[in-house]
């Protein structure tokens, strides 16, 4: 424990803590643009012009207005071409992580949006079914119409057959009358 440290004072027992609070999202932003800006044909063209510029001007510039003479083997061009690219793989990698990161989540919705797409395609492919199977149930209009002829046909052939027994005694009862009327004509 930090506590049984009796070598050094309460007050310089602490760690070193820093105030320095910077937002994750902001500097992974600015990484982000670092990265793209340093990927782009602009930026090698501009870093092209500007060592071709500063070879130049410390190789043929009188030699008391050259800054990094080409007798030190141009030592603070190669310096400040290591910070940059001490600075720049970190920062690019840093961004990579973030795209990672979003592809990641991108890839996880994709994923939940396919198993919806799917849970709905298969409950439509059953409710289809369902449709099919209740369609074959249900009759046709040839079959409709085949049982309406029937029941007509039946029911024409009732008609006759009630029809013919009570048509006999109203012919006779007709027949009469016209045989009576007819006796009276004689």
């Known amino acids: 424990m930090s506590h049984d440290r009796l070598d050094s004072p309460i007050g310089a027992r602490r760690g070193f803590k820093t105030n320095?609070?910077?937002?994750?999202?902001?500097?992974?932003?600015?990484?982000?643009?670092f990265a793209r800006a340093m990927g782009t044909g602009g930026f090698l063209?501009?870093?092209?012009?500007?060592?071709?510029?500063?070879l130049t001007w410390n190789t043929l510039a009188?030699?008391?207005?050259?800054?990094?003479?080409k007798s030190l083997n141009f030592t603070l061009l190669?310096?400040?071409?290591?910070?940059?690219?001490?600075y720049a793989a970190?920062?690019?990698?840093?961004?990579?992580?973030?795209?990672?990161?979003?592809?990641?989540?991108k890839f996880e919705q994709d994923r939940q949006r396919a198993e919806r797409n799917?849970?709905?395609?298969?409950?439509?492919a059953r409710e289809v079914v369902a449709l099919r199977l209740a369609l074959e149930e249900m009759?046709?209009?040839?079959?409709?119409r085949d049982e309406l002829r029937d029941l007509l046909n039946e029911f024409k052939s009732e008609l006759t057959v009630v029809a013919k027994p009570a048509a006999k005694p109203a012919a006779k009862t007709a027949a009469k009358?016209?045989?009576k009327s007819g006796a009276a004509k004689k």
């Open 118 to 124: 799917l849970a709905d395609t298969e409950y439509l």
């Open 45 to 54: 063209i501009g870093m092209t012009f500007f060592c071709a510029a500063w």
């Open 139 to 144: 009759a046709t209009r040839d079959f409709v």
């Open 20 to 33: 320095l609070r910077l937002d994750p999202e902001k500097f992974g932003r600015a990484s982000e643009a």
């Open 62 to 69: 009188p030699e008391s207005l050259q800054f990094d003479p």
């Open 90 to 105: 970190p920062l690019i990698l840093l961004a990579q992580n973030r795209q990672d990161d979003r592809d990641r989540v």
């Open 78 to 86: 190669t310096l400040l071409l290591s910070m940059q690219a001490s």
């Open 177 to 179: 009358p016209a045989t």
